[in-house]
């Protein structure tokens, strides 16, 4: 199984910043997703990142304005950059230990409220 | 259209009752997953299936690959079993899960 933190679990920033969002997860693993749940939605994939390369971006989703870091097999943050109201929303964080024969495992989310 | 469809989208039962919730899908896939998320937003995988029935507690999950369909059982349901369900699936060659728009189930005791 793996077990995932996330940093912060919840905040609230102003229109025109920047907040990064830490993803931690207790074994090494290839792949990390990184979502959106917008209220009252479902899921929506923001980027695969995979250890050593370029994170993978899904379409309407932009490396200026969610960038991505994947220093290591165990952690990567997800930066939501100059946010607008439009970016509250759950941000969640999602491994798996073998993708396509393995379950999924999710962190906790982090609660982002933009004034 | 949205490759992931579930019904109903919201369900409401007495305590006691069975529960069925379906989801379709249109693209060929590798697999297909259950996901429970409840109040608080966090999300718990309940299976993943790629053929066949798995049964954990009372918790039945079947997939048909030819007609692109699953169903989630809930038996003998209970007011801890409130909770969004979504079914979400990694369509054939992907590298990625496509989630459907989650059921919000609510039993009342």
């Known amino acids: 199984s793996a077990v995932i933190s996330q940093k912060p679990s919840r905040d609230i920033c102003q229109r025109g910043t920047s907040l990064t969002i830490q993803c931690q997860v207790d074994s090494q693993v290839t792949m990390m997703f990184w979502y959106r749940q917008q209220p009252g939605q479902s899921l929506t994939l923001i980027a695969t990142?995979?250890?050593?390369?370029?994170?993978?971006?899904e379409s309407g989703f932009v490396i200026d304005k969610f960038p991505i870091s994947r220093p290591n097999l165990t952690f990567s943050t997800l930066t939501v950059s100059n946010m607008s109201p439009e970016d509250s929303s759950i941000y969640l964080c999602?491994?798996?230990?073998?993708?396509?024969?393995?379950?999924?495992?999710f962190g906790p989310g982090t609660r982002l409220t933009v004034l | 259209k949205n490759e992931v469809e579930q019904s109903p989208q919201n369900l409401t039962a007495q305590e006691g009752e069975f529960i069925t919730i379906n989801c379709s899908y249109s693209?060929?896939?590798?697999?297909l997953h259950w996901l429970q998320q409840h109040p608080g937003g966090g999300i718990v995988s309940l299976f993943m299936l790629s053929s066949g029935k798995k049964k954990h507690g009372r918790l039945i999950a079947t997939i048909n690959i030819q007609e692109k369909h699953s169903s989630l059982h809930i038996t003998a349901s209970h007011p801890r079993d409130s909770a969004v369900y979504i079914c979400a699936v990694i369509p054939q060659g992907a590298q990625k899960l496509v989630f459907g728009q989650g059921t919000r189930l609510t039993i009342n005791p």
């Open positions: 990142a995979n250890q050593g390369s370029e994170a993978t971006y």
């Open positions: 999602s491994v798996s230990l073998n993708f396509y024969t393995d379950t999924q495992y």
């Open positions: 693209v060929g896939i590798s697999a």
